[in-house]
């Protein structure tokens, strides 16, 4: 088991910078980097989507196209916590975004035993 905990989140302008940071609790009897990791988000009336996973040991990530170029993931396994840096957002970056850990392989789908944060919101104005 892996309990995630996002923070980060909040209202900025288009254009503006935002840091999201996933952490791995204390309470967690899964060690943080035995699981590959990442960010979907989800829009208002939107199913959840990818935006960016990462390998267990960081070397490998994986961005959905709209972010590509904007959105940096990266894993700190000593601190056991997933990051998030977006960049030059728009309003369509608008969503709650989740974090995840998963048993599976890493890549762009999520197998094996899943676990996901409680999301952060993210709004940006325009």
């Known amino acids: 088991q892996v309990q995630l905990v996002e923070s980060g989140g909040g209202l900025v302008q288009a254009g503006d910078s935002l840091r999201l940071s996933c952490a791995a609790s204390?309470?967690?009897?899964?060690?943080?980097?035995?699981?590959?990791t990442g960010w979907f988000r989800q829009a208002p009336g939107k199913e959840r989507e990818f935006v960016a996973t990462?390998?267990?040991?960081?070397?490998?990530?994986y961005y959905a196209d709209s972010v590509k170029g904007r959105f940096t993931i990266t894993r700190n396994n000593y601190k056991n916590t997933l990051y998030l840096q977006m960049n030059n957002l728009s309003p369509e970056d608008t969503a709650v975004y989740y974090c995840?850990?998963?048993?599976?392989?890493?890549?762009?789908?999520?197998?094996?035993?899943?676990?996901w944060g409680q999301g952060t919101q993210v709004t940006v104005s325009s």
């Open positions: 990462i390998s267990r040991d960081g070397a490998a990530t």
């Open positions: 204390a309470g967690s009897t899964r060690a943080f980097s035995s699981i590959a």
């Open positions: 995840a850990g998963w048993t599976g392989p890493s890549g762009t789908v999520v197998t094996g035993a899943v676990y």
